[in-house]
């Protein structure tokens, strides 16, 4: 890594993006910007050091209490923090050329996901906001709205609000932790691009095509699903239906991610060589069997890592 940002460096970062989280909270149009507003804090923390990082927090926390004391409590766990972690993984990744280089995102996932949890209690017990309590409302009244016109394209039983609303919260966990891994990818691969044309350091092979999961993937894939299957048959007071639904989703989703970089990795490999047999084959078997053949591909390269970019092996 080169040379740590001094503070005279990073206030700049800082200034720019106060005046882009301002924009966002007055013109609701922006608010989609709100996606990308953790790049910047994840850039300071990989070019820079603790006592800056914790500076540039607490002077955009400070400003944003001054204008709306909950959007600042907001952005600060939502953001600003993931943000952080995210960039000082980045700085471990960049340092320790034979570490993961996408661990910033795993560890970035759980990091976006305890965000949420802890906004909720934040917003309950201090500001008497149920955030949980105003999205499944929100959603009941969008099933309302579009009642009349779903029924008569679909069936009377699966259009109750009841249910659902209950299908919604018991996928809460999955939500979460899809909108988690998203995040975390968005902000690194943009981190990374960005620190490519700042020139900060040669990370040309940090690409989604190279994307893959942590090592260990299809042994707790296996062992949570055994687990579940024995809370199943035992009095257990766990919602063990739920539970397994919420892993099915997500370790289903986690497998079409990587299974998606492996067919980009060999994709751009054919084309350079010249439309193959390969490739013909490929697209017959994913036009096929559509999405389950990406999430099977993902699977088989967890174990067998077809590209050769893993540094430890699945089993």
């Excluded at 927090?57 to 600060?76: C, E, G, N, R, S």
């Excluded at 340092?95 to 560890?107: A, C, D, L, R, V």
């Amino acid at each position: 890594m080169n040379k740590d940002l001094r503070l005279s460096r990073v206030l700049p970062i800082v200034l720019l993006t106060i005046i882009l989280i301002v924009a966002c909270l007055y013109v609701p149009v922006l608010s989609i910007m709100l996606v990308i507003i953790p790049i910047p804090f994840a850039i300071i923390a990989t070019l820079s050091n603790i006592k800056n990082n914790i500076i540039s927090l607490v002077i955009t926390f400070i400003v944003l209490v001054f204008i709306k004391p909950t959007y600042a409590v907001d952005i600060l766990i939502n953001s600003m923090i993931p943000g952080m972690i995210i960039g000082i993984m980045t700085k471990k990744v960049l340092t320790n050329g034979q570490s993961n280089k996408y661990e910033p995102i795993f560890f970035g996932s759980i990091v976006f996901i305890l965000s949420v949890i802890v906004h909720y209690f934040v917003s309950k017990y201090i500001f008497s906001v149920d955030i949980l309590g105003e999205l499944i409302k929100a959603f009941n009244q969008s099933v309302e709205s579009q009642k009349d016109i779903l029924q008569n394209i679909g069936n009377n039983e699966l259009l109750d609000t009841k249910t659902l609303s209950d299908t919604f919260r018991n996928i809460i966990p999955s939500i979460l932790f899809f909108r988690g891994i998203i995040l975390s990818i968005i902000v690194y691969l943009v981190e990374i691009f960005a620190l490519k044309k700042m020139k900060y350091e040669y990370i040309s092979e940090i690409k989604f095509r190279n994307f893959y999961l942590p090592g260990n993937a299809i042994l707790i894939s296996f062992m949570m699903y055994l687990l579940m299957m024995v809370l199943s048959y035992t009095k257990t007071p766990l919602y063990t239906d739920a539970i397994f639904l919420n892993l099915q989703m997500v370790f289903n989703f986690m497998f079409i991610l990587q299974g998606i970089s492996v067919c980009i990795y060999f994709i751009k490999k054919w084309l350079k060589q010249g439309l193959n047999l390969k490739m013909v084959i490929v697209a017959f078997c994913v036009g096929i069997f559509g999405v389950m053949s990406i999430s099977f591909i993902g699977m088989v390269d967890s174990i067998l890592d077809f590209r050769e970019v893993r540094i430890c092996k699945s089993v």
